[in-house]
Structure formats: C-alpha cells, structure tokens
C-alpha cells in the first residue's frame, strides 16, 4: 500500500514569494498528480507527471522518480492562489489514487 | 467538453436520516469514482466503476452505504441510515483508458449531519 505524505500541511506567504510544497511516497508510482481544492469542495487536476518536469503558468511540478519524491512550486504567488493543493499517488498497476492530506496555502497581499 | 456534474452540492440532514448523492460523469468515461473527504483529510475512495460493474468497494461501509451504476453511466450513492461522522465533502470523478486514466473530479456534495 503506498503512503503519500506531504509538507507543509500549513503554510502562508506574502503576495510575490516562491513557494514550494513537498510530497513524497513510499512504492513505486505509474503517475503523480497534483490538485487544487477551493473552498467550496471542487479540484481541478494541476498537473499530471511521471517524470522530469512540467510548467503551466506560474505553476512547476517536478518528479525524482528514483528518490520517490515530488514537489510543486509557484512563482510570483497571489491571493488567488490561496487554495487547498493535494498530490496524489497513482499506483503502477492500478489506477486508483492515494492522496495526500493536502497542503492549505494561504497567499496575503 | 462538459465535467463531471454533481447533486446535490449541499445537504444537512438529522443522524438516522437517508441521503442520496447522484454523479453524471464526462461522456464516454467508463471509470468513476466516489470519495469521501473529511475536513482536513485528502479523499478516501469508497468505490470504484468500471461501466456498471463495480471494481473496489473494498473501503465502503456497506452496512450503511451502498452505491450503483446500472447503465453504465450515472452514478447514486446512498447512505441510510446516516451517522455524524459521515458529514464530509462527497466528490465523484470520472477516468477514462484514452485520456491516460486521469481523473477529472466534480464539484462535490457538502454533507452536514446533525
């Protein structure tokens, strides 16, 4: 069974600063993804990885497949990206998910 | 494309009382999805869909849950009778083979018990 955890579970920022939330698992994974809640319940898939790197925006996922850990960065962060971000774990056989309990990230202007 | 609807998007209801979710997933996905999502907690899958034949329902309480997809494509989940701890947020998502299975997820059911 895979264990997903990720860091921090809290975290708040001033408008502009570079985050980074962290997300490691404990077996080997076919795809890592990493989702934004809003309050209200809703997520919206990020981005989907199982390796290297991928950018959309302000947003970059990066993947160490061999250290099995994942981080997410933003840029220049907002208020408006002050949101619930989740990773989670897609198996190598299966195509469930594992999540992690989720980051609340609060951006002040 | 149009997402994966869901209603209704809030319910409080008494303890002992029935409820009923219904999930309409993104056309032509054969996979779908129900989780429950406790405040502070990333979601747990209580079942899983292949068309109309359940796949995993390994983590669903069945003495009080149950869930169906008859035609393959709208989906319900019950709960009766309903307890305080099954107040969470309910969402459904939707996969499919050539979209590479990953998932797109609803809005989700806000549950209140009281």
């Known amino acids: 069974k895979n264990e997903v955890e990720q860091s921090p579970q809290n975290l708040t920022a001033q408008e502009g600063e570079f985050i980074t939330i962290n997300c490691s698992y404990s077996v080997g994974i076919s795809a890592l993804h990493w989702l934004q809640q809003h309050p209200g319940g809703g997520i919206v898939s990020l981005f989907m990885l199982s390796s290297g790197k991928k950018k959309h925006g302000r947003l970059i996922a990066t993947i160490n497949i061999q250290e099995k850990h994942s981080s997410l960065h933003i840029t220049a962060s907002h208020p408006r990206d002050s949101a619930v971000y989740i990773c989670?774990?897609?198996?190598?056989?299966?195509?469930?998910?594992?999540f992690g309990s989720g980051t609340q990230l609060t951006v002040l202007p | 494309e149009a997402g994966v609807a869901q209603s209704p998007r809030y319910k409080i209801i008494e303890k002992r009382q029935s409820v009923a979710f219904w999930c309409n997933p993104i056309s032509g996905h054969a996979t779908l999805y129900w989780y429950q999502q406790i405040l502070g907690q990333g979601p747990k899958l209580l079942i899983q869909f292949q068309n109309n034949g359940v796949v995993d329902d390994s983590q669903l309480p069945k003495d009080r849950f149950s869930a169906e997809r008859l035609k393959g494509v709208d989906s319900t989940l019950k709960i009766q009778p309903a307890k305080l701890e099954d107040s969470a947020v309910y969402l459904c998502?939707?996969?499919?083979?050539?979209?590479?299975?990953?998932?797109?997820f609803g809005p989700g059911t806000r549950l209140t018990v009281t």
């Open positions: 989670a774990a897609r198996g190598a056989y299966a195509r469930q998910l594992t």
């Open positions: 998502a939707s996969s499919s083979s050539s979209q590479g299975y990953e998932q797109y």
